[in-house]
Structures are given as structure tokens and as C-alpha cells.
């Protein structure tokens, strides 16, 4: 074979949207240098606009583009009758040779590949045309603005292939690890059946090694050129794991020419509740992946680049990728073979895929995706990373389409394991039978699989609806009670509107009359999405083809809104919470051993969809400085030591009692000890539990308690570790004194109830029975973003979120002293919170700062007051905004009661006259 490299300098014809043309045009009067996008290389109109919902991309192109490149053909090419044009990543494509049109592809996700034998000339004339509009499919994540942009181009390999008479294409191989065998697949040109040459390479982490096969192995074909052959191979071959992500490389030997095939022997499986991997049972830590790349606005093709970021996702503990409406380069899936993670693409399509007979059938579309599945699975199914597919986001329609749709690519291809969907059909789940797993979030309406939800999709998450806990797990929602219970059959049929992207839809949904309970893996889908305040520091770092006008647009309402002071702490204090609740979240899917693995959204930031800052990594994956991956792994990792206790916050003079786990996800540990300590302000008391030598599972390891001082409050660390692994998990505790009767202090309801006590110069305690411009007091961060689901929810009639991003406390202030905070939310101020409104005091002056103020988000901006002072009339006032009264034997509100009221005492207590009286009888009448 005789590749001739077709990259660089191409002549280019713009043709936006409404486009002129329909065959080339007769000039092409700029140049285009490929691989590349016309954004990268600013070609067109610069973009004037500033999108607040997502990143602006600064050269946006709609329509198509002419590419015209006369090529010098070498004479020793012509020697190769067989040739073939492959443009590795694009658009919709049309070609034509020396003035001929040859043909069309359409492939969003996998290479166009245009047979053009015998069409070339000594100087051969290619014309390109590239489109990007008029998809048979929207294409998700492979076209949104969102994520990669609608770019136009060519960004991978542009190459033409000569191959001799007798040549090999196709080649898939069909790895049996068990049997140590391999069968390969493809088609043989040129001759009915041919005795090859094969020899194998072994390729680890650092170096190539020979593998011993077969000297030769004779190929026959069928009538259409296509055979089969089973090659066996020896008992020392390497299986390709997770650790040891080791791949083989096949080479046949051909008279004129040779063929590779890559691949990984290796059976990866779905075993009842959990997935094996050569018979070792594996537990998925994914992330969601929307191809977000702001400085190129598009997926990198260079597996340099996609080793970076993959040994990023890997770093962080991860193991697994879902792709979201979207299929990575061949570049991605190499790196991933290389680095030993477990890949799942999914079909570019968000929708409906309903039955022949259906009212929202559309063949076109589906007629397309099951081209693009095969498509997928012929280019990449040779990679053992590629272990899972998906048909689609959220989808919805018939089952049964979804399950035929499922067969035709299984028949195609058994290699990767199959599932109907991402979070298909949502309030109303289903299981289908041709699926090998499941991905959701929910096992009924309210039998939730993950912490958190938008109040569109209610009801609400266990972290946005109890208090921090790690006493809980999924397994009620997993498991039946007994083995006889029944499963959920359907009933009747109904018509229900759903959020679909960033709008919504109605659809049918049929109704379930008992309890589902998958039986299959179960992979949770998106859990996390909790959103955190931007850095604008970040603005400069966009130096490519998107810029982030809307970081900027939101910094500019900060500043209108006399906060841009604040920004920082905003930022650090909402990310510090948000990563508390990661942990929260990511701990309760290891403690669930039914539960086959999760997909977070997301370990980075997404951009788009109204902007949602959700990561510990920014969109550019650099880190924000919340957490660091070694300790980010001591909960997401492949080995997790896991506590369960009732509260975060104790009460002094108590017996602190608590249950320790493992979750393993290794194929194996050794017997060592599981060491435990808990420091209570330096005094530390400890425990050893013995860890037997186990295999991949959770296992108990029984209870422990230590007894707190009851002469002492504070911070207390609970640590567990495992020196000889190198890993630990640590849990905050607070400490409190038993509850106890503050003392007596001014205390009012009302401003007007005040204003007597202050004219005499009294200090006095504000708790307000009502408040005219308020916020709903909400501990859980924002999730996903306000934005985004205000509109869906305004749309659909629904409770609009409460949209603020935990606490950011005066961490000096005595009344947070008391409290033992941290300058972000922590669990000590949960009740206080959930027990609270927040005074909206837009009309304090600029600069003006709480006590204890809620983060808003960047929509509204309020400035929004649960604890704060002002001095009045000739006395001094505090307002706090907690119903005390609603739960008088809490531990922390009557910690926080106390605080108070010996601040308001004390000496310290001197506030300036910032607060108005007018706003102050306007908000707490």
C-alpha cells in the first residue's frame, strides 16, 4: 500500500447559508490550509454578539465551503489499481475528481471514504464540498454551539490510499479471551483466497514485544470478497485490562502489500447486576464527555492530545466515558486503548424514535442513525476500549423500535454492549430486552438514583432534601425486597411534557402499575451537575476559536450590582461546597453494591446550556483549585475506604458511632489494615480494622465509635487510611454543645417593632416573621444552571429553582467563630438555612457585605442577607433572617442561637449605619 498525504493548502470558496451553488463555482478566491476549521483559520465575518448561554464563537460559518486542490499523482502510484479518498472528520461531504462528480457521504462521527479506482489522472483535480447544515439528525454534541460548535471543515487525516491487485480492507478481529483466540473479519480484493504472512506485536505502556502465531494463515473469500478466519493464539497472550491496557497487532503478509489489525483480547461483559472484565468484576467511575474543546471548537484528531486528556480523566480516579450524542475520533479511542478506559459513543440523536406506525416516525432520520451505528462500530470496533454503545439521549417513542434497532447492530456487531439510551423515557423507565445495560436516573418516580435534580424533574434529590449524611446508599431502588416481588408490568398510555436540551416536548409515556427493578447492570446517568460561581480570572485563558463573552457578561452584572469585590470569594466558596457535594454524591454510589458503576456531569466544566460552571475543572480542563485529583481519589478511585454515620454534626459528650467500608474495584488487595483516626483540635483517638485479602466488591467491615469529650466543641477529622495503598478518605465533623437556653436579648419581628429600642440607643435582635423582597433559604448548591432551568421551568408551569450557591460566611466574624465554620456552606449550617428566607438587600450600598450571605447566581445577582447588621436610629441592630422557633432542640440552631446573642453582648458588636431606614421598613414591615 501508498499513501499520499493530501493536508495543507487547499484554494476555498465560501458559500454561507442561503448557499448559491450546487456545483463548484468557477473561482476560489481565498485558501484554507487543512486539516482545520474556517473558525480556526478566521475565515468569514468576526462575530459582533455576546452570548450569555454558552461561549461565543468568533468566526461563525453557516452553509458550506469549496475546497480545490490539484495533486501531482506519482508515477509509481499508477502501479496500484485500487484507491481510495479518506477524509477522516467532517461534515457532509460531496466530491468531485477533474470535473466529475463522484458522490456523497454524510457521517458526522467516523471517516468518509470515497472508492475513486481509475478516476485519477497525472494532475488530478479534487473539489471538496463541505456542509453544515441540513443534517438528516440535529447531531447533538457533535454539532451544538454548546459544546465542539457546528464547525466546518476537514480536522483529521485527508490521504488517498493505493492499494495493489490483491489487497485486505475491513479487517475486524473478534478477540475470545477465554479461548485464547481470535476471529478476524474482512474482505480480500482481487483474488479468490491468498496464503498470508501473519506475525503479531505485543504493545504495553513502554515498549513493543514479539507474539508468537502462526507463520500463515490462508484467507478465503465468498462471493463477495468477504471471509473469515480464527487464528489461535498462545496461552501467554496478554489480556488488555484496565491496568495493564496491553493491545496486539496482527500483520498480513500479502505478495505486493500488508494489513494490520489492532485490537485487545479481552471480554468485557454484563454479569446479572454488574460488569465483568475477563471474568473480574469492574465498577464504572465515568464522566460525561460533550467534546468541549474552546480553544479549537472542535475534537482534536491527534492522539498526543487525547493521551493529555485522558491521563487527566484517569488522574481524577476515572475508568469510564460516556460520550453524549457523540462519537470521539479514532485518536481518542487509541489513547484510551492505551490507557486502559472503558469507552461508550452514543448516537448523535436527542429525540424520538418511534415505530413504523407511529405519529413522530421518521425514517429518514432513523434510516441514518442505523447507518451511522454500523458506520461507528465498522470504525472503531476494533478497539478495546470501545466496550458500551448507546442509541441516544433521553429518548423516547416505541420500545420495540428502540429493541430492533439494537439487534440490526448487534447482528452487525457483538463486540460492544448495548443499551436502549441515556435516561430513556425518564419519569416512566423501562427495561428493553435487547439491551445489555441500563442507564437512569431513576427506577420510578420518586425512586431517585442520583442526589440531585432540577425542580422541572422533581421531586428533588436526598442531597437537596436531607441533611448531609452518609447513612444511605440505592440499594431500596435496586433490589427487590425478596426474589418473588414483582416486576413493573405497563398499564395504561399517557401524554406528559418533558424537558428535552434546553426546551420541551410533549410525549406519550405509558404508565407502570409496580415496581421496576432492572435486571441488568445499572449505570446512573448524570449524577452531580452542581453548579459553581465563575472565575473571571479565566476570561483571558480563551485565546482560540471561542471567546467567553458570557463570563464576561456576568462579571459586567456583578459589578451593576455593586458585588465585583465579592467575586473571588464567590467563586472559592461555591466550589469548595460543590466539591463537599460530589463527594456526597459519589460516596453514596459506592456504598450501593448493586449499582454497576455512575456517569458524572461532570468532572469539567459545560459551557453551554445557559452555562453551567459544574466542574472541578474548567472548560479547558485546567483546575480550579477546589481539590486535588490524589484526594479527589480517595472517594472516586478503584479503591474507596467508606464510612457510614448518621450527622456530620455531633454533640459533645456523645458516643461518636460510625460503620467503615471498602469498595473495590481492583481485581484485588492484599490482607492490611485499615488504619482510623479521628482529631478532635489535636486530641486523636484511633482504631485498626483488619482488611482481608479480597476481590472486587464492597465489603463490611463492622462498627467502631470514639467518645467525644463533653467538655469541648470544634472541628473533628474523621480519617480512614491504607498506608500500604497510598490512599485515604477524611469526613469534617462539627461538634456542639447539648442544646441549652440562650440568653435573653432584645428580640423583635418586625422594623417598626424596633425602631423604639434603637431610638434609645438598644442593641437589638431582628428574627422577622415576614420579609417583603425575599429568597427561599435552599442548603444544596444551584443545579446545573438557574438559567437554563427557569426557562424549562416557567415553560412547563412548573416551581421555578431557587438558583443560589451555598453560604459565603465572614469566617472571623465571632458569631461564625462560634459556629466553627468554614467560609462556605458546611453541614452545621443546614438547618439553619433550610430554616431560613434570605433578605434580598439590592439596595445596600456597593461594597456592602453580610455576615452570612448566600451565594446568588449570575442571572439575578441579589444580594442576598441571612445574618447581617447595621447600626440604627442611636442603637445597633442585627438581623437574622432563621426561624429559630421552627425546630428548638437542634443541635446547630441552638448553637447558632447562642452565637448570636453573645455577639449582640458582646464588645464587638458595632456596626455602621450602612442599611437605610427606608429599605429596612420597606423588607422587614
Known amino acids: 500500500m501508498v499513501f499520499l498525504n493530501l493536508q495543507g493548502e487547499w484554494a476555498l470558496a465560501a458559500d454561507p447559508y442561503p448557499c448559491k451553488y450546487d456545483n463548484p463555482p468557477e473561482v476560489f478566491p481565498q485558501t484554507m490550509t487543512l486539516p482545520g476549521t474556517t473558525a480556526q483559520q478566521r475565515i468569514g465575518m468576526r462575530n459582533p454578539a455576546r452570548e450569555d448561554g454558552c461561549l461565543t464563537e468568533l468566526y461563525p460559518f453557516s452553509g458550506q465551503i469549496w475546497l480545490r486542490k490539484t495533486v501531482r499523482i506519482p508515477d509509481h502510484a499508477f502501479r496500484m489499481p485500487h484507491c481510495t479518498l479518506t477524509l477522516e472528520r467532517t461534515r457532509i461531504t460531496r466530491l468531485w475528481i477533474n470535473g466529475r462528480c463522484i458522490g456523497s457521504e454524510n457521517s458526522l462521527c467516523t471517516p468518509h471514504i470515497y472508492d475513486i479506482s481509475g478516476l485519477l489522472t497525472p494532475e488530478t483535480t479534487f473539489i471538496i464540498c463541505v456542509k453544515n447544515t441540513d443534517y438528516p439528525v440535529p447531531g447533538g454534541h457533535m454539532t451544538s454551539p454548546d459544546t465542539q460548535t457546528n464547525w466546518i471543515g476537514i480536522t483529521g487525516d485527508i490521504r488517498l490510499d493505493f492499494h495493489a491487485s490483491v489487497y485486505l480492507s475491513g479487517l475486524q478481529a473478534y478477540p475470545d479471551a477465554a479461548a485464547r483466540q481470535v ?49 489461535p493464539l498462545p496461552d501467554d497472550a496478554p489480556l488488555w485490562t484496565e491496568y495493564a491496557p496491553e493491545r496486539i497487532t496482527f500483520f498480513f503478509g500479502l505478495p505486493e502489500e500488508h494489513a494490520a489489525v489492532v485490537f ?19 465498577m464504572l467511575r465515568g464522566k460525561h464527555d460533550g467534546m468541549v474543546f474552546p480553544l479549537s471548537g472542535a475534537a482534536p484528531t491527534e492522539l498526543l492530545t487525547w493521551m493529555q486528556v485522558l491521563g487527566t480523566v484517569k488522574e481524577w480516579g476515572f475508568n469510564h466515558i460516556r460520550f453524549h ?13 492505551a490507557l486502559g478506559i472503558f469507552m461508550e459513543p452514543e448516537l448523535p440523536f436527542w429525540g424520538t424514535v418511534d415505530a413504523p406506525d407511529g405519529e413522530k416516525y421518521d425514517k429518514t432520520a432513523q434510516d441514518y442513525l442505523i447507518r451511522e451505528g454500523l458506520r461507528i462500530c465498522n470504525a472503531f470496533g476494533n478497539h478495546p476500549s470501545f466496550c458500551m454503545f448507546s442509541l441516544g439521549n433521553e429518548l423516547w417513542g416505541s420500545k420495540e423500535r ?18 436502549q439510551g441515556s435516561n430513556n423515557f425518564q419519569h416512566f423507565p423501562v427495561q428493553i430486552p435487547q439491551e445489555d445495560f441500563w442507564t437512569g436516573v431513576r427506577t420510578g418516580k420518586a425512586r431517585l438514583l442520583r442526589g ?3 425542580d422541572c424533574d422533581s421531586p428533588l434529590g436526598r442531597l437537596q432534601t436531607h441533611a448531609p449524611s452518609t447513612d444511605w446508599d440505592y440499594e431500596l431502588y435496586l433490589v427487590p425486597e425478596s426474589p418473588d416481588m414483582e ?7 399517557t401524554e406528559i411534557e418533558i424537558q428535552l436540551g434546553i426546551g420541551i416536548r410533549r410525549v406519550k409515556a405509558i404508565t407502570q402499575d409496580t415496581l421496576f427493578y432492572p435486571t441488568v447492570p445499572v449505570v446512573t446517568h448524570e449524577i452531580g451537575q452542581y453548579n459553581c460561581f465563575p472565575d473571571f480570572d479565566e476570561i483571558p485563558h480563551y485565546t482560540g476559536v471561542l471567546a467567553a463573552r458570557n463570563l464576561e457578561i456576568f462579571r459586567e452584572r456583578l459589578e451593576k450590582a455593586g458585588m465585583d469585590s465579592h467575586a473571588l470569594e464567590f467563586y472559592e466558596c461555591s466550589g469548595a461546597f460543590a466539591r463537599e457535594c460530589y463527594k456526597n454524591e459519589i460516596e453514596a454510589a459506592m456504598r450501593s453494591p448493586h449499582l454497576a458503576g455512575f456517569q458524572l456531569l461532570d468532572l469539567q466544566d459545560f459551557p453551554g446550556q445557559g452555562t453551567a460552571l459544574v466542574g472541578m475543572l474548567n472548560a479547558l480542563l485546567e483546575n480550579k483549585g477546589f481539590i486535588q485529583p490524589e484526594e479527589w481519589r480517595g472517594f472516586c478511585g478503584d479503591l474507596v475506604p467508606l464510612a457510614r454515620f448518621h450527622s456530620y454534626v455531633q454533640a459533645a459528650g456523645s458516643t461518636f458511632s460510625f460503620a467503615a467500608a471498602l469498595r473495590i474495584s481492583r481485581p484485588h488487595i492484599a490482607q492490611q489494615i485499615l488504619h482510623i483516626s479521628l482529631d478532635f483540635g489535636g486530641r486523636i483517638q484511633k482504631a485498626e480494622i483488619s482488611v482481608p485479602e479480597s476481590g472486587a466488591g464492597l465489603i463490611t467491615l463492622g462498627r467502631r465509635s470514639f467518645d467525644l469529650p463533653a467538655d469541648a466543641a470544634g472541628k473533628a477529622v474523621l480519617t480512614f487510611s491504607l498506608p500500604q495503598e497510598k490512599i485515604k478518605n477524611t469526613w469534617n465533623l462539627t461538634v456542639l454543645p447539648p442544646a441549652s437556653p440562650a440568653p435573653e436579648v432584645i428580640t423583635v419581628r ?37 438559567h437554563m432551568f427557569r426557562i424549562i421551568s416557567e415553560s412547563m408551569g412548573k416551581k421555578v429553582p431557587v438558583g443560589t450557591m451555598g453560604l459565603c460566611i465572614d469566617k472571623e466574624h465571632p458569631i461564625a467563630a462560634e459556629m466553627f465554620s468554614e467560609r462556605y456552606s458546611t453541614p452545621q449550617w443546614y438547618s439553619a438555612v433550610m430554616h431560613s428566607e434570605c433578605a434580598v438587600l439590592d439596595d445596600a450600598p456597593a461594597g456592602y457585605r453580610p455576615i452570612v450571605q448566600v451565594i446568588d447566581n449570575v442571572e439575578r445577582n441579589h444580594r442576598l442577607g441571612m445574618i447581617f447588621e447595621t447600626a440604627a436610629g442611636n442603637g445597633k441592630l442585627l438581623i437574622c433572617t432563621v426561624r429559630f422557633w421552627k425546630a428548638p432542640e437542634d443541635l446547630s440552631l441552638n448553637r447558632l442561637r447562642h452565637a448570636v446573642v ?10 455602621k449605619p450602612l442599611l437605610s431606614t427606608d429599605m429596612l421598613r420597606r423588607l422587614f414591615r
Open 264 to 282: 485487545g483480547l479481552r471480554n468485557f461483559k454484563a454479569c446479572g447486576d454488574h460488569f465483568e472484565l475477563n471474568g473480574v468484576p469492574v
Open 452 to 454: 440531585s435534580f432540577a
Open 487 to 493: 416486576i413493573t408490568t405497563e398499564s395504561g398510555e
Open 325 to 337: 450524542t457523540c462519537c470521539p475520533p479514532e485518536a481518542a479511542f487509541a489513547a484510551a486503548d
Open 183 to 231: 476471529m478476524v473479519k474482512g474482505i480480500l480484493h482481487g483474488a479468490e483466497a491468498v496464503r498470508a504472512k501473519l506475525s503479531a506485536k505485543i504493545s504495553t505502556k513502554s515498549s513493543d514485544q514479539i507474539l508468537n502465531v502462526p507463520p500463515e494463515v490462508t484467507l478465503n473469500a465468498d462471493a463477495d470478497g468477504r471471509f473469515s478466519v480464527t487464528i
Open 750 to 786: 418586625s422594623y417598626s417593632e424596633a425602631e423604639p429600642y434603637l431610638e434609645h440607643g438598644e442593641r437589638v435582635l431582628l428574627l422577622p416573621n415576614e420579609i417583603t423582597d425575599k429568597i427561599e433559604g435552599f442548603y444544596c448548591t444551584d443545579f446545573w444552571n438557574y
Open 402 to 419: 428502540l429493541g430492533e434497532i439494537i439487534d440490526t447492530l448487534r447482528n452487525a456487531d457483538p463486540r460492544p454492549l448495548y443499551t
Open 902 to 911: 453573645n455577639y449582640i453582648q458582646s464588645d464587638a458588636f458595632a456596626p
